[in-house]
């Protein structure tokens, strides 16, 4: 059996180079879960849990149509007759950086929502703005920019 090299994006984690074999199993394995595949480029296949959404799973990364990958996935390359390849070492630089921040979802009543707050412990309440709603006129309020 062949070892490609792929991309793998676990939940609340940073993306990682895996060299695996090429199988069924493997890829199984990675994504917890029957496969689907999504096609990023011609070339680089990604995939993730089947029935991840309905599995509960939780939210891992956004796609650039908004979709929201619920639980690890996983990314390859296809040679164009549907076999896996390794990502080329440009590949793997891009899609490195295209998911390296951590992102975190929540999904309530079947709408996915970016927690941004999820990993932060740099929150820094010393600093929040106070806003003052005491006005002569209601309809008149003074804003100061700073450039």
Avoid at 33 to 59: H, P, Q, S, T
């Amino acid at each position: 059996m062949k070892k490609i090299k792929g991309l793998l994006v676990n939940v609340g984690e940073k993306p990682v180079v895996v060299e695996f074999e090429d199988t069924y199993e493997n890829l199984y394995n990675f994504v917890e879960g029957r496969l689907e595949a999504v096609y990023l480029d011609n070339d680089v296949c990604l995939f993730c849990n089947e029935e991840g959404k309905l599995l509960g799973l939780e939210g891992n990364r956004a796609l650039s149509n908004n979709d929201i990958i619920a639980g690890n996935f996983i990314i390859v390359g296809d040679n164009g007759e549907g076999e896996n390849i390794s990502l080329t070492d440009e590949q793997l630089k891009k899609y490195n950086n295209r998911f390296e921040h951590v992102e975190h979802y929540i999904c309530i009543k079947n709408k996915w929502l970016e927690d941004k707050y999820e990993d932060s412990n740099e929150k820094d309440y010393n600093n929040e703005t106070e806003y003052n709603n005491e006005t002569e006129n209601d309809d008149e309020q003074d804003f100061e920019y700073e450039y």
